[in-house]
């Protein structure tokens, strides 16, 4: 089992950025693919980025790319999300996540198994 606290949250202005870390603790982190996720409020939980095992391959949602960028560093046991230009419209809780399984397609959330418990960016226009 692993355990995850995300950190890096918190009040920026439209245009600006911000870097979240996720720490993992229980596991190697190397065992795991990793996500990021957020749910504004009134909405569901839906996908933002993932990286699998190694960090060679990423995956990010349309609405982020060219703006996120998910990294890890497994040696550290951390992954990160580096957001650029942020906008009004992604304020939410960010949650990352972990999932010991296989996939084409880490943007379904039904795949991870262990979640942290969120940290809040908010972007004022």
């Known amino acids: 089992q692993v355990q995850l606290v995300e950190s890096g949250g918190g009040l920026v202005q439209a245009g600006g950025s911000l870097r979240l870390s996720c720490a993992a603790s229980?596991?190697?982190?190397?065992?795991?693919?990793m996500g990021w996720f957020r749910q504004a409020p009134g909405k569901e939980r839906e996908f933002v980025a993932a990286i699998n095992r190694g960090g060679a391959t990423t995956y990010a949602a349309d609405s982020v790319k060219g703006r996120f960028n998910i990294s890890r560093d497994n040696a550290k046991n951390t992954v990160y999300l580096q957001m650029n230009s942020l906008r009004p419209e992604d304020t939410a809780v960010y949650y990352c996540?972990?999932?010991?399984?296989?996939?084409?397609?880490?943007?379904?959330?039904?795949?991870?198994?262990?979640w942290g418990q969120g940290t809040q960016v908010t972007v004022s226009s």
């Open positions: 229980g596991r190697t982190l190397s065992t795991y693919a």
């Open positions: 996540a972990a999932t010991g399984r296989y996939s084409l397609n880490y943007a379904y959330i039904s795949l991870y198994d262990y």
